[in-house]
């Protein structure tokens, strides 16, 4: 008998042989389930090439919800290790308190965070801790100890901290710092919003890749930060702006320097970005001086200037989750305007702590520290604090995420979409239009 194949749409047929049949509608169930008409003639590679076509059609978006419901979804992988990041703050912050005062305790408890913050989201490589490799896989360090019901440690240090806390000596294998975790001290209901997150560690290269390709993205974490961008814009906008010195006399130039806590305190150099940022992952933002300081004055007739400055500093704090220290005039002067992390204030007493011998000079300024005094520069009412603005649930580091980059971008576009819905007399969300929509380097 002779096979007739027919054209899935015209309803012809491939020999000089026609039969009559119905035309399908190319946007039919049929027509996107089979490539050819069905009918007896088909072999069976035909029909489980279209049953396979169906389920990789029809289906794929629900398997992949499904899927998801047991692997988790970004949004969930991402609350999974902010929790671990609070729960952990804790911890480290109970561990210290017996060890230094408030104002060091503070700083090492800040700078412990935020390592931790960063380990958890590289996902390190996981291996044998020796005398002078540190294990810095926290996640699958916590996995495991889960697993096990084991109370487990994490270490932490190097050997080239003058720290020594966190000193790695390689004669001494119990060197270094080491926080105790036993997981039955953490609520169980807290622990089993994090389980998810639990498998993506440095160890499983494909979850690895899969957490930095997939999940650590800024379109994840955007609708988290968006809101707390604009209100330190707006703070630092307001503060800079209505600064004065201690005659009374506003200030129209600063200079700004960008920081991070490390095991050695705040050292005048080795806090800086430049040097406390991984090589690998310092940005072009990161170049030559950028790293260091921004230099900047207010024209009070054309701010434009002064607005993209400002949001360039908030840009560094919250990509590299950065402190900052504001002089008045020259950097260098020893007046002080502001010391502030995306999360507080800080005093005088924090930014100078320091354990290599070196600290910051200078001092904030009279002005400076009656805003302090007054708490004028927190907001009157709670929900207004500063400090109620960043917290562990979206404080991120932005720094190591594969689009990290485009961070600009994101600002940029939301900034732009602010100037059009917001309507303030001084125009503070219109950056102009001579910078191309770039931020300052």
Do not use: C
Request: hydrophobic share 35%.
């Amino acid at each position: 008998m002779q096979r007739i194949e027919y054209d899935l749409v015209q309803d012809t047929t491939s020999t000089s042989t026609a039969r009559d049949l119905p035309m399908l509608p190319t946007n039919s169930f049929f027509t996107k389930l089979y490539t050819n008409y069905p009918n007896t003639y088909q072999s069976p590679g035909f029909y489980r090439h279209s049953r396979t076509t169906f389920l990789n059609t029809y289906l794929d978006r629900y398997l992949t919800r499904l899927k998801r419901s047991f692997i988790g979804s970004p949004a969930q992988i991402l609350l999974g290790r902010q929790i671990l990041v609070r729960e952990f703050n804790k911890l480290f912050e109970s561990d210290l308190e017996s060890k230094f005062d408030i104002t060091k305790q503070e700083v090492l408890s800040d700078y412990l965070e935020d390592n931790f913050l960063y380990q958890i989201y590289r996902n390190a490589r996981y291996g044998v801790t020796t005398h002078l490799i540190v294990n810095r896989d926290y996640i699958k360090t916590i996995y495991d100890s889960l697993y096990s019901s084991s109370a487990t440690k994490l270490r932490f240090g190097n050997i080239y901290s003058t720290n020594p806390l966190f000193t790695v000596d390689s004669q001494n294998p119990n060197s270094g710092y080491f926080l105790n975790f036993d997981p039955t001290l953490i609520d169980s209901n807290i622990l089993q919003q994090a389980l998810l997150t639990l498998t993506y560690f440095g160890a499983n290269t494909d979850k690895k890749n899969q957490f930095k390709n997939e999940i650590a993205l800024i379109e994840n974490v955007w609708d988290k930060i968006k809101d707390p961008i604009k209100k330190t814009y707006d703070k630092l906008y307001d503060y800079l702006w209505n600064f004065q010195d201690d005659s009374g006399n506003s200030v129209n130039r600063f200079s700004v320097s960008f920081h991070k806590a490390t095991y050695d305190g705040v050292d005048p150099e080795g806090s800086l970005l430049i040097n406390s940022i991984p090589g690998d992952l310092r940005g072009d933002d990161l170049a030559q001086y950028s790293g260091e300081r921004l230099d900047f004055s207010i024209n009070w007739q054309d701010p434009a200037e002064f607005r993209r400055t400002v949001l360039s500093i908030v840009k560094y704090m919250v990509k590299y989750n950065a402190f900052i220290k504001v002089d008045v005039g020259l950097s260098g002067s020893g007046k002080h305007a502001l010391y502030l992390s995306l999360d507080k204030f800080l005093t005088n007493d924090y930014v100078t702590t320091s354990f290599t011998g070196d600290s910051i000079l200078g001092h904030l300024t009279n002005y400076a520290n009656s805003l302090y005094t007054a708490e004028q520069a927190l907001g009157e009412n709670d929900e207004e604090k500063y400090d109620n603005i960043w917290t562990s649930d979206n404080i991120f580091p932005i720094y190591v995420f594969k689009d990290a980059t485009d961070l600009d971008t994101w600002m940029l576009r939301y900034f732009e979409s602010l100037a059009n819905s917001y309507q303030t007399s001084d125009n503070r969300y219109s950056l102009g239009d001579d910078t191309l929509l770039a931020l300052r380097k």
